[in-house]
């Protein structure tokens, strides 16, 4: 199962296609590609944070406190798939208090 659940993640991010009687296939991306995506999100990720640090809840931080044990727990016990999963939350909590959909 979690093999399939990070073939899925790859698949939405773009990184992976299913291909007809071959199964999912990872896309080569070159490093070329990928400098202007990280670029993007070098300018964007420090806003997402601010404006969601301006709005977040108490509520919000318990659960990203709670991603975070979760997430120290996975690693311990050696579940990958896990800990990219609480990884992802935690910003994505804070970034999702920002109100902007699209930083989300």
Known sequence: MPVRQALRR???AGLAERAPRRGVI???IS???LVP???VRRMLEPQAARL???NISAEDCDRMQAEYDLLRTA???GRVVAL???DE???????????NPILL
């Not at 939350?89 to 109100?99: H, K, N, T, V």
Request: net charge negative; no cysteine.
């Open 52 to 54: 969601g640090s301006q």
């Open 84 to 86: 990219l999963d609480h």
């Open 37 to 39: 995506v990280y670029e």
């Open 75 to 77: 690693f311990t016990e």
């Open 89 to 99: 939350a935690i910003p994505s909590i804070l970034y999702g208090a920002s109100g």
């Open 10 to 12: 790859l698949e939405a």
């Open 26 to 28: 990872v896309k080569e």
């Open 31 to 33: 490093l070329k590609e």
